[in-house]
Every structure is written in C-alpha cells, then in structure tokens.
C-alpha cells in the first residue's frame, strides 16, 4: 500500500495547452479515492501522469514518499485498468492475467498461484482456457481487474473501467469494486464523470473542472456542502437548483426574491448571509428539499406550473416552472401524479438552502 502525493502537478500540451493545472492533493494510504468530473476536465490525463504514462510538466508526485516525478511507469508498482480493458486478443484468460507476470520475471509457481487465487476472487475459474472475444462486457472487466490484481501493486489506478457496462451490470461491479477494496485495503484511484459512481464507491471524491481541483471532501460532505455553483450543479441527478435572486429585508430579517417568489431566510442562517443583504445572489436548493406537503415549523411555499413528470419506479421527477417561467426540478414520492400545466404547490425546506456569490459562483459560508 501507499500514499500517493500530487503537488502542483501540471500537464502542458504544445502549443500551451493546460490539461491540469498545478494540481496538488494527497490520496492516503488505502484510501478508495474518485477523481470527478465532465469530459476533459483533465481526470484521466491526471490518472496517467500518476501512472507514468504522461510526462509531468511541471510539479511533483510522490508515492509513499519517494519522489516518483521522472520513474520510469515500470519501476512505480502500479496497476492500471483501462475504460476499454486492453486485453490480448489472440491470448486465453490465463495467459493475459500471466503476461505482465513473465515479464517481470515471476517465477511460474509463483505465477500459477497468482491466478489461481486471483481467479478465485474474482468469480472467473471457468473462464481460464477463454479468449476475449468469447467473454460479455462483464467477464472482460473481471479479466481486467484481474491482471491489475495479480500484480500485487501498491495502488490501482481505475480510468473508468465500467463506463462500457450496461446499467444492470454497472450497479453489480460498483459493490464487487467496493468489496474488493474492503479485502484488499490496497490505494485506489478511480477516474469517472459518473456521480452515482463516485457517491457509492468514493471514500473521498476530487471534483475536478477546466484541469484544476475545484473541491476535495467525503462524498457526503460536498454534496451537503458544494464549493461553488459547478459543484452545485454537477452533483447529483437532478443536480441542485440554482436561480439568480436578490437578498433584500428589514432588522433582523432576510427575504429572497425571485419573480413572483418570497421566500424567508432560516433564522439559523440570517447572519451568515447578513453581509450580503439587498445584494445579487444565486439561490440553490436541491429537488428532494422541496415536498408537495407543509411540515409543523414550517416550510416555505413555491406556487409553480407542471412541466413534465418523470416516473422512476421508486420515485418520481417534477419539472416544473415559477412564475417568471423558470424551471426546478423536484424529487417527490413514487404516488405523485399532475397532468401537464396544472397548478402545483410545494413546500421548501430553507433549512437545507445555499446561497452563492453571482461573481464568481463560490458559496457563501453557512456557519
């Protein structure tokens, strides 16, 4: 096992096109860590200068303390599972799990015991004596992990290994991949822009945008608690919602006005937004914060006209659209059903509300 350590590492493409931009973050010894976010956002190519596979421009990266910056990939003792699993196609199961072995100069008892064991992990014995092209998505990303695993690393490095996977089977390797963590207690890094991924797999997630971190915490803690209006907006499906109102009130209260909307500021957060009365502000407020029934204490009431309701099974979507014509999403009860243009009311809990600053979409602090 290993810490692996990122300080101001930076990646520059010709002509001077940032990647990552002086990234730094530590990942600790046995930690589950996500790296997240959209497509070229510089996740992956961060995963593969940790890998060795792209040159660092600038910065260095340590791993368990040794200055691994300029290592040659082989010599770092790290294993790497690809998006599109890069299995030998002309060589049976076995054979692709023993390559990186012989290579290395493994003895073939040793080899022999590897896989066995390996094999055994991971549900595939069977498949041993089969070829790639005779296997389904499922078996392959097993044979994959499985050569990252004989390997006995210090770290894995994951770059989206499920994305390729049907939903039914991504769900199922999600737990297998945690399960395995669990055993094994080995560092691991995983590159997705799936948030259900980096929510369930994550022990901390690095949101990462335009190649630089944005935010660095527990899955729990940035969802309860984004850094700024990306995060906001990029977390969770639907995301939260975020509108541009206006801060206003008198003494000792605060309102938010959006056309049409008053809504009343918590007491328990009217003086951490105080500094910020009668000013432009951006409100967000997360679908399953917003109920279709009031609560003794009070939530606050949204009058809105239904957009789309979508039915999930065990819950249901509301679009739905405010009186100036903006939409919010909310996440309700599987039972509820309105038919389109209907007037609606809900209920929003203000408790769990954020604010954030129209410049440069950074959250005001709650506390």
Do not use: W
């Not at 101001?8 to 997240?36: C, H, Q, R």
């Not at 023993?98 to 022999?112: P, S, T, W, Y």
């Amino acid at each position: 096992m290993a810490a692996i350590v990122l300080q101001d590492v930076t990646k520059i493409y010709a002509p001077n096109v940032v990647a990552v931009d002086a990234v730094s973050l530590e990942i600790k010894d046995g930690e589950f860590m996500v790296l997240l976010g959209p497509s070229g956002c510089g996740k992956s190519t961060t995963l593969r200068m940790i890998a060795g596979l792209e040159e660092i421009t600038k910065g260095a990266l340590f791993i368990d303390g040794e200055p691994m910056t300029h290592v040659d990939p082989a010599d770092r003792n790290l294993a790497i599972v690809f998006q599109n699993y890069a299995l030998y196609p002309h060589m049976t199961v076995a054979a692709n799990l023993a390559f990186g072995l012989k290579l290395r100069g493994v003895a073939r008892d040793e080899i022999e015991r590897r896989i066995k064991t390996t094999a055994t992990m991971l549900e595939i014995e069977e498949l041993l004596t089969r070829r790639p092209r005779e296997l389904s998505g499922g078996q392959q990303q097993r044979v994959a992990l499985g050569r990252a695993l004989v390997r006995d690393p210090v770290a894995y490095l994951f770059d989206e290994p499920l994305s390729n996977l049907d939903a039914k089977l991504r769900a199922s390797m999600r737990t297998e991949l945690i399960k395995l963590h669990r055993e094994l207690g080995t560092t691991i890094i995983h590159v997705t822009h799936d948030q259900v991924e980096a929510m369930t797999m994550g022990e901390r997630m690095c949101i990462m945008r335009d190649g630089r971190v944005v935010q660095v915490g527990g899955p729990l803690e940035v969802y309860r608690n984004p850094a700024d209006t990306f995060v906001a907006g990029f977390l969770a499906s639907p995301p939260m919602n975020l509108l541009d109102a206006r801060l206003t009130g008198t003494g000792d209260s605060l309102d938010i006005v959006l056309d049409g909307v008053t809504l009343p500021v918590p007491a328990s957060l009217q003086t951490a937004y105080a500094a910020y009365r009668d000013q432009a502000v951006v409100f967000g407020i997360r679908p399953e914060d917003l109920y279709t029934e009031q609560e003794p204490g009070g939530r606050a009431p949204i009058d809105v006209r239904v957009v789309a309701v979508e039915a999930l099974g065990p819950e249901v979507v509301l679009v739905a659209s405010l009186p100036d014509g903006r939409e919010i999403a909310a996440r309700l009860d599987r039972g509820f059903g309105a038919p389109h243009g209907a007037q609606q009311r809900l209920y929003a809990d203000l408790s769990t509300m954020h604010l954030f600053d129209p410049k440069d979409g950074k959250a005001i602090a709650r506390s």
